[in-house]
């Protein structure tokens, strides 16, 4: 069974605080993002992505790790790459991606870098987030612009910034945006990241936030609070019912294939192949789970 | 070799971060090291010996360091040091 990769919960930390960046495994975050962009101010970039470097070199973390860069319009995103690429994070990802061409320029730079130190070409992979309505337009482009590019995410508040609107609880005025990401990011094959939800403490409109994009198709989540991991990846384990019905989707499968058979039926109801689909999706995503 | 040209700095006074900073000394003079820990005795000679590599690491024989240690792991050590040996030599800091 193929086994999946899973980010459902991506968990961002400060790229320039020594006790958050020794500790990034012990969350339980399927990805841990150590951010050298907004989470640092201008001032401390050099130290920042120092810091990052070093860790990299110093520990062997449990969970992916990945490095959100500035942007390379800026002074400081070409200079994170040079130095934390030799330190091998898991993946890059880029902010505020508007088109193809910002994606295909990191990976450049990667595989120079990859080549240079003696890694295996292609080990370090890249994500990307969608933060304006231009780059939201050219989604599509910059998910297959890569064969690196493993996730599209959505940057909720520069994206509403740039609507010219404002949050609500409900989330409606994102509702688009966030179709049309896992839309541009299934036809490219790759994962959706949800955008972070910034109030800590209000679960319940958190947690109907995370049910409402699983529903709409998302992998998982960016979160900035160690608190919501564990929400984020409760809501999207498999139940114990789902799964038990997956089996049986695939034992009567499997029986009708075995006698010939061109009409399944479970409990009543048709089998197609979109059933058989989903059916294995879930035990694969249970199986990653389990791992 | 390389050479330190103006004071500079790195690191916090948080906790698991160090403080460091660090300015020209005399030619032939050596790496002067002053070290405030809360672990002087356990981690004392570490700390001044990882600071000591780094910086001969990079070219430096001559400098003053004033470290103020809040709980550093090595890693921190060494970041925080490099970034300042980084500032120091470069003609404005730059980041």
Known sequence: MQTLKLRRAMMFMPGNNPAMLQNAGIYGADSVIFDLEDAVSIHEKDSARQLVLQALTHFT????IAIRINHIQTPYGFRDLETVLPGKPDLIRLPKAESAEEIQTVAEVIARIERECGFPDGTIKMGAAIETAKGLRQAYAIASASPRMEFLAIGGEDFIADLKTTRSKDGRELFVARSQLVLAAREAGIQAIDTVFADANDD???LNEVRFIKQLGFDGKSVINPR???????VFAPTEKEISHARRVLAAYQDALDRKSGVIAL???MIDTPIVTRAERVLAYAAAVRN | ?????HVAQAG??????????????QPQSGIQIELATPTPKQYGAQIRELIRQTLTAHGIAD??????????????IKARLITAIERACAPEGGN
Do not use: H
């Open chain 1, 61 to 64: 973390y449990s969970c992916e």
């Open chain 1, 204 to 206: 319940e409109t958190f």
């Open chain 1, 228 to 234: 919501q991991v564990r929400q984020v990846q409760e």
């Open chain 1, 267 to 269: 409990d009543g109801k």
């Open chain 2, 1 to 5: 070799m390389k050479s330190i040209t």
């Open chain 2, 12 to 25: 916090t006074v948080e906790s698991s971060d160090i403080l460091i900073n660090l300015a020209p000394a």
């Open chain 2, 63 to 76: 400098a003053v360091v004033q470290a103020t240690d809040k709980g550093a792991l090595d890693y921190t």
